[in-house]
């Protein structure tokens, strides 16, 4: 007998559609798997970006020092502290588009300078083992804010008075946390400072100040030094007039404020004081410290017209004044600063676009807050 043959069900389907349906599936997956792909790339290029953003970029290079490098985001923190630095120190003593401009165009590129001294400086403090420890970072912060350490409880006996030996300015330790905390505050909501930073901050000033002493150690207390006085004029044909007037033995306090340009020294008939080497210009310098005393020179010639030079007196070994010593300190120190620059590898890959923007109160000539005590000074100025 022949096999009766199976009756198909309706909903039963056939070849056709299950090959169809096969191959709607394989087609979809391949959608899935191409849609997949490209999220996945979407989300790789993203997280590149905030990778970048976030993590590679900061600590990419700005300049490197001797193979020390300056990260962008040390170098983006500092300008905005010195911004906010400088706003508020300066901000109603100087035109506002002046300070704005410089803000913009000059600072970004004086605090890369000061970064790059800041490295050789380190450097050297490495090298003579100069450190700064926490204890006097937070005695210089102790110190702005006129904390002189916790007053002591005088001891007395029975009938004597209580005398209160807190020195005038000073201020408690609760009044001195509760100061910082309001100043770090606003460091922190004006200028993005966190109290770390400002403590590396501090500790950059006075690593500064202990290489400062240490390249200055062998500065002198005393100097060669002259005394003199002059006449300035502008030809000379006026100079040598000048010169055989007081020749003639006319009184050269009466001529140089009568006859000097140089108004400051005229009205103290001439008279300069005592300066060093180094204080004039090399043309007056040269015949200051070698005309003998006493004597009337020729003409000297400089950039400001034409001198008629006498030396009062001269000492060899004169002891400078505090602010002489001072500057002479100061002036080692930017020799040896001079020195180290010329003579260090420094790559910079310094571009504009690395320049944190203005905060709109500074871009809007706005005064930020005054913070409550003096902050660090090493800031260039406009």
Do not use: C
Not at 86 to 113: A, C, E, Y
Not at 312 to 338: C, H, K, M, V, Y
């Amino acid at each position: 007998m022949a096999r009766r043959r199976k009756k198909r069900s309706a909903d039963q389907p056939t070849p056709k559609e299950i090959q169809r349906r096969r191959k709607s599936r394989q087609e979809n997956r391949k959608l899935l798997f191409a849609g997949g792909a490209v999220i996945a790339v979407i989300i790789l290029v993203l997280g590149f970006g905030l990778y970048r953003e976030n993590f590679a970029a900061p600590r990419e290079p700005v300049a490197v020092v001797n193979g020390q490098a300056i990260t962008t985001q040390d170098y983006q923190q500092l300008v905005s502290y010195q911004r906010f630095n400088l706003v508020t120190r300066l901000g109603n003593q100087i035109d506002q588009q002046t300070m704005l401009n410089f803000l913009q165009n000059q600072l970004p590129q004086t605090t890369l300078d000061g970064m790059i001294e800041q490295v050789l400086i380190e450097q050297k403090a490495a090298e003579e083992d100069i450190t700064v420890t926490d204890e006097e970072v937070q005695a210089e912060i102790e110190r702005q804010f006129g904390f002189t350490g916790e007053a002591q409880e005088p001891e007395t006996s029975a009938g004597e008075t209580v005398t209160d030996t807190t020195s005038a300015g000073s201020v408690t330790r609760e009044e001195f946390n509760t100061a910082f905390n309001n100043f770090m505050e606003t460091l922190k909501t004006q200028a993005d400072i966190s109290e770390t930073g400002y403590r590396q901050i501090l500790r950059d000033e006075l690593l500064r100040d202990k290489v400062r002493e240490a390249a200055a150690q062998g500065v002198t207390s005393t100097a060669a030094q002259a005394h003199a006085r002059h006449v300035l004029v502008e030809t000379e044909e006026e100079a040598q007039e000048v010169r055989q007037r007081l020749l003639d033995g006319e009184d050269f306090a009466a001529v140089a404020e009568e006859t000097s340009t140089d108004t400051a020294s005229a009205a103290e008939g001439g008279d300069l004081g005592w300066f060093g080497k180094g204080d004039m210009v090399p043309e007056f310098e040269e015949v200051a410290f070698s005309l003998p005393p006493g004597e009337t020179s020729e003409p000297v010639k400089s950039q400001f017209g034409f001198h008629i030079i006498e030396v009062i007196e001269r000492d060899e070994n004169r002891q400078l004044t505090p602010s002489q010593l001072e500057q002479a300190r100061q002036d080692r120190f930017n020799t040896w600063l001079q020195e180290q620059r010329a003579a260090a590898d420094i790559e910079r890959s310094w571009t504009p676009d690395i320049v944190p923007t203005l905060p709109g109160a500074i871009s809007g000539q706005q005064q930020p807050q005054q913070p409550p005590v003096p902050m660090p000074t090493h800031t260039a100025a406009p």
